[in-house]
């Protein structure tokens, strides 16, 4: 039995092992713990910005970031935004990915949101078919642009 919660500082680690598992993580991850925990306490003090683990016996086996947007546009909808979706790869088909939707799904709503979004690398295929799955439609087009400071 997977319980969603609230990430911990001490989870850290253990969420940056999830977000390196696969070959897009490996490349653009690093091992530079205390810049990640200090996003990490940085996105703690940000109201609407929360790092969700899926802990099964105390393990951190799954994890997504789900920020909440207020707008103007669509009517002043109020959006959630998902980011960070990871799933053990030892879990994965079990159900989880569902689950770790349904979960975001209910603190959106909680939170007065009426649309649920995010966005997944292009070359995640697999992933792209299980969004769908999960009631999401590839309606737009994502770019970014990397900043240098």
Request: net charge negative; with cysteine; glycine share 6%.
């Amino acid at each position: 039995m997977i319980r969603w919660r609230e990430a911990k500082r001490e989870d850290v680690p253990a969420i940056v092992a999830l977000l390196t598992e696969d070959s897009l993580g490996a490349a653009r991850e690093s091992e530079d713990m205390p810049a990640y925990l200090a996003a990490f306490d940085a996105m703690s003090y940000e109201y609407g910005n929360s790092l969700i683990v899926g802990d099964a016996d105390g393990r951190v086996v799954a994890t997504y970031q789900l920020t909440f947007i207020t707008g103007l546009s669509l009517r002043a909808t109020r959006r959630a935004q998902i980011e960070s979706v990871r799933v053990s790869a030892k879990l994965r088909s079990e159900g989880v990915g569902e689950a770790m939707m349904r979960d975001a799904e209910m603190r959106a709503l909680h939170e007065g949101c009426t649309l649920l979004q995010l966005t997944a690398d292009n070359s995640r295929e697999d992933a792209h078919r299980f969004y769908e799955r999960a009631g999401f439609t590839p309606s737009h087009i994502g770019f970014k642009r990397k900043l240098n400071p």
